[in-house]
Every structure is written in structure tokens, then in C-alpha cells.
């Protein structure tokens, strides 16, 4: 999440809070006792006079160089002001793990035309080709005639998955990564490798349950939701 600059009086003349993206304004009083908590700043100018009846309760305060602040005038509380964009940004990529179904499973050789086409597209563009030694479905391209495998289950390279269990209880019991290694009888690197797997399969899970809940499949009789500030 961004700080806003505002270096110049200039710039501070037409643009008083930078102005919301795709609906989302995060500046203004933060706190939840004042009548101004989530009534946003105006992002125009305001006029000047006594009281604050005049303008919108807010008082921009700024300086060169300097992050700039709004003041509410109902609470006397400062509030360094936040880029809309970068919070935009950063919710992206916090959420991107919610559309991790979407990659394709096809072609892998980008300068094929059958780049980015599913293989459940069917004979026009894919013909089966036997399986692996692990199981997992083999396909030739009718495009570039390359040959390509899909994971029938996320263990089927691992040689050790029968590990998986062990490794991730003693990483939740905080056990240090050297004693991971001692118990479990594996080398650092694959404990950074099983580390990188977990966490995948981690988000998978609560993906699947988060896209139950966004597209009204999971009935929930009564939310509850804990958040700080931030």
C-alpha cells in the first residue's frame, strides 16, 4: 500500500486525496468512534471558512517532500493518505490465488496456435498419447506435434510425498528447519521444496471454499469477520 506525495503546492491545487479506484476510497477518519469513520475525503476542493460545516471536515495538511495528511476536524485525528491505486493493486495480488483454477492445462510451446487452448478442446487440437510411468495423461499437439504430460494428482513427481504429513506437522509445530531435516531425514532442499508445495496446496484449499462462499454456495447462517485497520 502506497503513501500519497503531493511535493508542490501546484499539484496540491488540483488534486486535493487522490480520487478512488474501481470504488475503492480509503482515505478518510479512522476512527470508528467519529461520525466521519468511512466517509471518504472529497477528492475536489473545498471552500474555507469557520467551522466545519463548510467543507467536508477534512483539513488537507502538506509540506514539500513530505507525506501529506488529512485532519478530521470532528476528532482532531491525522491520517497519512493512502494511493487508491496501490491498495487496488496489492488486493489483486493478495486474491490471486482465487483464480488459480484458470490456468490452462494445453500446449506448452507458446509459439504454437494451440498456446492457451484447453485440452478438454478436444480431438481438433490435442490426440491422447498414453500415460506416464506415474499415471499422469499424455497428450501430442496437432499444432507444433510436441508431446506434453497433465498431473493426474499434484503428488505424481514426488518421490517422497509419504513425507508431506510429517514435514508440514513440524513445520506447524515450529519446529527450526535443521531438526525438520534430522526427523524426516531429508535434505534442506527438499524441505524448501515440500515448503513451496504446502503452501500451493494450502491455497488451493481455501480457494476452493472462498470461491463457494463468493459465488453463494456455501450457506453461512451468520458471518462473523475479525480485521485490524489495515
Not at 126 to 151: A, H, L, P, W
Not at 184 to 190: C, F, G, K, L, N
Amino acid at each position: 500500500m502506497g503513501d500519497f506525495f503531493l511535493p508542490t503546492k501546484k499539484s496540491f491545487s488540483t488534486l486535493r486525496v487522490p480520487p478512488p479506484v474501481c470504488g475503492i476510497q480509503v482515505n478518510f477518519c479512522k476512527n470508528m468512534d467519529c461520525s466521519h469513520f468511512g466517509v471518504p475525503a472529497s477528492h475536489t476542493r473545498q471552500k474555507r471558512g469557520p467551522g466545519e460545516l463548510s467543507m467536508d471536515g477534512y483539513i488537507v495538511a502538506h509540506k514539500k517532500g513530505q507525506r501529506v495528511r488529512i485532519k478530521c476536524k470532528r476528532w482532531n485525528q491525522y491520517s497519512t493518505l493512502k494511493s487508491n491505486q496501490g491498495v487496488f493493486e496489492e488486493m489483486n495480488r493478495l486474491s490471486a490465488y482465487l483464480h488459480s483454477d484458470e490456468v490452462v492445462d494445453g500446449c506448452p510451446n507458446e509459439d504454437c496456435g494451440n498456446y492457451g487452448i484447453d485440452v478438454s478442446e478436444g480431438k481438433p487440437f490435442y490426440q491422447k498419447f498414453g500415460v506416464t510411468d506415474t499415471g499422469s495423461r499424455r497428450y501430442r499437439c496437432k499444432g507444433c506435434r510436441k508431446t506434453f504430460s497433465i498431473n493426474a494428482r499434484p503428488t505424481a513427481r514426488q518421490r517422497m510425498a509419504y513425507k508431506n504429513k510429517t514435514i508440514m506437522k513440524l513445520l506447524m509445530n515450529k519446529e527450526p528447519l535443521g531438526r525438520i531435516c534430522e526427523v524426516a531425514e531429508v535434505s534442506m532442499r527438499t524441505v524448501y521444496r515440500k515448503i513451496d508445495f504446502i503452501h500451493a496446496q494450502c491455497l488451493a484449499f481455501i480457494a476452493d471454499r472462498e470461491r463457494k462462499f463468493l459465488l453463494g454456495g456455501l450457506s453461512i447462517p451468520r458471518l462473523y469477520l475479525a480485521s485490524d485497520r489495515q
